[in-house]
């Protein structure tokens, strides 16, 4: 599979990782510093995962994990 044709990276969050009401941001903190981009916020709030525009990376909900509402 090439570069060009592989899937994006699927990245598993708990409800602790959330940086806010629902999101996380990109890149995250295991990435490599090659691999580093605008820091962007990803919203996992409306269908627990979101897709980083710039590297494709996929944030995904645990199964079982509930997303904090606010006050």
Known sequence: MSAATQA???????????????????????????????KVFVDLSHAGEGQCPYCGTVYRLKAGEKIPHGH
């Open 8 to 38: 994006p990276a699927v990245v598993e969050v708990t409800a602790q990782d959330l940086q806010g009401p629902g999101v996380v941001f990109c890149p995250n903190p295991k990435m490599p510093l090659w691999n580093h981009h605008p």
